[in-house]
């Protein structure tokens, strides 16, 4: 006879769910937190997290859950489930971003105002006037009844078409495409109506006055954003902008509503479902997002070659960042075990001393309570009396351990579903009941009765939508361990079986299920699938979970060929991730097991890349030496990489001169063997040189042509690279409108690929290039939108040296104290990372801003700090400013010997670079020297030399600060009239710049 059990009440975790109560609070209010609870199986993490989430859901808020499992070798498989469950799969499906047909420009009453169409198109004429029509009026139905819609996107299928609208103010945008929509396109969609919106004010409904609109809407067709494919096959990419679109999703959803995000028994998560959760933490501080998780620590442990678990290192990050907060539960007290009796039982006339034998054998864990409790009822050990009040007999047989509780349990079914069950345990946690049906052989209709049977009747699992769940974890655990080792492993097999010839059409989609199965089967057939699920996690930029089935690949009886091919995958894998020692055992295994005179070459020079890498130049000539000679006198594209590994370590090491023989002998093979790539990438390096070199039209030439075969190629990293590099070379002449031109083409490759990184690289030279222009506010501007991708992505030393760039641009607006702070701050991240060059960067700053506020001990011992440093990482450049900057302190100190000897240096090395712009920099600290000392011949040579140089390369900053020298210089010799027209150059640039404490030392000298 069935028992009816009464759902017990959560017992002795009320202070726990207060601060989760008060966390979802914070919540609702938009201070996104992230809380994880802790505790051994048991103990109801699932269960208090539940509690909370009954409350989110009647107040509101939209819960996303989703589970670990511990058979899973699937990246992001539990974000996926539980995107799909909630009906927002789109959000991490991966697909394509869409491809645009066609762009509408309405106002609020369905009127068109501008549009954008492709020229080629597959839309019928007929067709488009019908859906143009239903867009008139999906404008109009959508505007009418926003009042009930509230915000968000608003989309209707057409046949294989699928109109999206977004509204902002008094516009509306309507997108028709094909394929997948994505947030970015919702997010440019927004973006687009608010830059429209102010030249939408006085339309009056004229085409002539729309057409200043044409740039905006027609910019969704011609970016190549929306082409329906990707810009880039690069898998880091393609996981960062996935990544991103979960994050704009989840943002745009907490808009209208609170979203609580549960993923229960983290410690089975995979590295990028880990990643992806500490990503959304860092990025929805500011949003109505609460993100749950729960973990056993007793599965936390190392792996088996001594690294920490992935949880606890990604936990550690977390909290470093102060993005978590931990809940750790414990067991129960006696007490709060008698209230877990009560609960569950009703009226209990039990002795103390049965309360305190089941508290004492089950520790106090709640769900071990309920099963000793269920059992002992299940056996008539404990009985309703005749007033329907549990009581105990005599003896009372209470098992010792959990594992005993669930066998006797299990023990009461049929054998045919004990069967059952079984084989539900090799599926794990959660299983199909097509499978085990298939597996077993058993007719379909017996096997859902005894399902319901065993759910209903045994309370061992519960019915989901398409699977089923067993009650707890330690169920699968005491099924699975309880089957003997052969049996288990032929289990595996068969339900391998299964799956394969159940989704025979849809195979690609249980390939780490087959992986996994024919794996614990010891079947032959392991290792195809576990080379396809490393190549498939490895495309995904999943590089943890690829490593884990590569790995068990090796395991099996892989052909050599095959084995190359993984040693080599992982070999990548490690380099990418900079564990070079584990790459380089893997390029050398690969290349002794390598079979082709090719393969082995490659491996060696991809060993050389590492140990070009990491500057072991000794070993790298060791390298190169054994890839020589296996080619003997042989030309190929690989032995031109090989020279441009060599080259990169003669660059590093000082040589540029025998650097560019490489390059130039690289350059060479490249363009016999037409391996254009290779041709672009060379030329890039040549150029690197030339700018090393001070050769500025050289590197311009390189950098140029590099680009022209980027172009052909259609490969649109490397001409953003390019780009990027002919900016670079133009800020550092000094020519701000060519660097810009150059950058913003940049910027735009970076946003429509997505590429994250790069648009953060491209506003931070923007920002440099608005400084140098004077343009302070578009400048602050740029670092900060740079600042908040850095701070998104985690960037950390890029955080450093944005917040570096912003105190530079509040010393010019003489604003010190919020400069000295930013410098410092700036100086604080990058002491903890230990890049020395930075270092270096941020103690010259320091340095600069206590020169400026008049402390000139303080300034020379950060000038001095920072000098060391530079000279350790041979930044030459660096080196002429900070000579520069010590030799002014030491003028202000009137210790004129050793103020000549650092301005000599520093003009010295500008020289020996040929450095222009450096150049003028130091022969202006020259020329204070000079001045100073009354040499005032000498003076006027190096400032005319600076201000030659400036005006020539169009600095105007340098060259007003160079004009107020020039003044002090003539107001010296006692030439004041030409005094005064030198400071009213420089009065007047600094004055349309901004620059405050410039303009008044100007107007202090008249």
Avoid at 324 to 346: A, Q
Avoid at 525 to 552: F, H, P, Q
Avoid at 589 to 601: F, S, T
Wanted: some cysteine; overall charge negative; glycine content about 8%.
């Amino acid at each position: 006879m069935e028992t009816v059990w009464k759902q017990p009440e959560m017992v002795g975790r009320g202070k726990e769910l207060s601060v989760l109560q008060d966390r979802f609070e914070d919540a609702v209010k938009g201070r996104g937190v992230t809380v994880y609870v802790s505790g051994e199986a048991g103990l109801g993490k699932t269960r208090l997290v539940s509690e909370l989430i009954d409350k989110a859901e009647k107040a509101g808020a939209l819960v996303i859950r989703g589970w670990c499992l511990t058979e899973n070798l699937e990246p992001l498989m539990p974000m996926r489930e539980a995107l799909r469950n909630s009906d927002m799969y789109h959000l991490i499906s991966g697909h394509p971003p869409p491809r645009i047909i066609s762009v509408y420009l309405m106002d609020n009453n369905g009127m068109l105002v501008n549009k954008a169409e492709r020229k080629k198109t597959e839309l019928d004429p007929d067709i488009f006037a019908s859906m143009l029509s239903a867009v008139g009026n999906f404008v109009t139905d959508s505007m009418a009844n926003m009042g009930k819609s509230g915000k968000g996107l608003n989309s209707i299928k057409y046949g294989k078409y699928t109109i999206l609208m977004e509204t902002f103010n008094k516009a509306t945008l309507v997108c028709v495409i094909k394929g997948t929509p994505n947030e970015f396109l919702i997010d440019d969609m927004l973006r687009v109506l608010k830059e429209v919106e102010g030249l939408l004010e006085d339309w009056d409904g004229r085409a002539s006055k729309a057409a200043a609109l044409e740039p905006h809407i027609s910019w969704f067709v011609r970016s190549k954003k929306y082409d329906g494919e990707f810009l880039v096959d690069d898998p880091k990419l393609k996981q960062e902008n996935l990544f991103d679109n979960v994050l704009l999703g989840m943002q745009r959803i907490s808009t209208e509503r609170a979203l609580v995000l549960f993923m229960d028994d983290l410690q089975w998560a995979d590295q990028t479902t880990l990643g992806l959760l500490h990503y959304l933490a860092r990025n929805t501080k500011g949003n109505r997002v609460l993100i749950l998780g729960t973990y056993r620590p007793e599965d936390i442990m190392k792996t088996s070659d001594g690294h920490p678990h992935q949880l606890d290192t990604v936990m550690q990050n977390m909290s470093r960042e102060n993005l978590l907060e931990k809940i750790e539960l414990k067991r129960l007290g006696i007490g709060d075990t008698c209230e877990v009796i009560r609960s569950v039982l009703g009226k209990v006339g039990f002795g103390q001393g049965l309360m305190e034998r089941i508290h004492k054998e089950t520790e106090g864990n709640p769900f071990f309570i309920l099963e000793v409790v269920k059992l002992l009822a299940e056996e008539g050990q404990i009985k309703k009396d005749s007033e329907e009040e549990w009581a105990d007999i005599d003896r009372v047989n209470i098992p010792s351990k959990v594992y005993d509780v669930i066998t006797r349990r299990l023990d009461r079914l049929m054998s045919i579903q004990r069967e059952i069950l079984e084989c539900a345990s090799i599926e794990g946690l959660e299983f199909r009941s097509h499978v085990v049906g298939k597996t077993l052989e058993m007719d379909r209709l017996t096997l859902l009765k005894n399902l319901g049977d065993i759910e209903k009747t045994h309370r061992l699992i519960h019915s989901l939508p398409k699977k089923y769940r067993f009650d707890h974890t330690k169920i699968t655990e005491v099924l699975y361990n309880g089957i003997m080792e052969e049996l288990r492993a032929e289990f595996h097999r068969l339900v391998g079986d299964s799956i394969r010839e159940l989704y025979k059409d849809d195979i690609d989609e249980v390939i780490n299920e087959l992986a996994y199965h024919y794996h614990r089967a010891g079947d032959h057939r392991a290792s195809e699938y576990l080379v396809k699920a490393g190549d498939n996690a490895r495309e995904r930029y999943a590089n943890s979970e690829a490593i884990d089935s590569y790995r068990l690949a090796l395991e099996t009886a892989l052909e050599d060929e095959d084995r190359v091919r993984v040693l080599e995958a992982l070999g990548h894998i490690y380099a990418t991730r900079g564990n070079y020692g584990e790459a380089v055992d893997h390029f050398t295994d690969a290349g002794k097991l390598a079979k082709n005179m090719e393969a082995k070459v490659r491996n060696l020079r991809k060993i050389g890349e590492i140990h070009e890498k990491s500057s072991d130049f000794k070993r790298l000539w060791e390298t190169t030496s054994k890839t020589k000679e296996l080619l003997g006198g042989e030309n190929s594209a690989e032995k031109g990489r090989i020279l441009v590994v060599e080259g990169n370590a003669h660059w590093k090491s000082g040589d540029l001169d025998t650097a560019m023989k490489y390059y130039t002998d690289a350059l060479d093979i490249f363009n016999k063997f037409e391996s254009e790539r290779d041709v672009g990438n060379a030329l890039r390096a040549m150029g690197n040189i030339h700018l090393s070199r001070g050769g500025y039209d050289q590197g311009l030439a390189c950098y140029r042509n590099s680009l022209e075969v980027m172009e052909r190629l259609e490969d649109m990293t490397g001409i953003a690279s390019a780009l990027n590099n002919i900016g670079i070379v133009y800020m550092d002449l000094g020519e701000w409108e060519k660097a810009q031109e150059c950058n913003e083409g940049s910027l735009e490759i970076e946003e429509n690929i997505g590429n994250k990184w790069g648009i953060a690289q491209s506003l931070n030279n923007m920002g440099i290039i608005h400084s140098g222009k004077g343009e302070l506010e578009l400048a602050l501007e740029s670092y900060q939108r740079s600042l908040e991708i850095k701070e998104k992505l985690g960037d950390t030393s890029g955080v450093a040296a944005v917040i570096n760039n912003i105190g530079g641009v509040y010393l010019d607006k003489g604003e010190y104290r919020n400069s000295i702070e930013l410098f410092q701050r700036s100086l604080e991240i990058r002491e903890k990372v230990g890049n020395k060059w930075s270092i270096a960067e941020s103690l010259n700053n320091m340095g600069e801003v206590l020169s400026y506020m008049g402390q000139p001990k303080g300034a020379l011992g950060y000038y001095l700090r920072s000098l060391s440093y530079s000279q350790e990482v041979g930044d030459k450049i660096l080196s002429i400013h900070l000579c520069s900057g010590i030799s002014e302190v030491y003028l202000g100190m009137n210790e004129l010997q050793k103020a000549l000897e650092y301005a000599e240096r520093a003009v010295e090395t500008a020289q020996e670079i040929s450095s222009g712009r450096d150049e003028g920099i130091a022969c202006r600290s020259l020329g204070k020297v000079f001045s100073v000392s009354r040499n005032f011949d000498k003076a006027a040579e190096e400032l005319d030399s600076a201000e030659s140089i400036f005006t020539g390369i169009g600095d105007d900053k340098e060259l007003a600060k160079t004009c107020y020298e020039y003044a002090i210089h003539l107001e010296r010799k006692g030439e004041r009239e030409g005094a005064r027209v030198y400071t009213e150059r420089a009065l007047k640039i600094f004055r349309n710049m901004g620059m405050v404490p410039w303009v008044d030392k100007c107007t202090e000298l008249f």
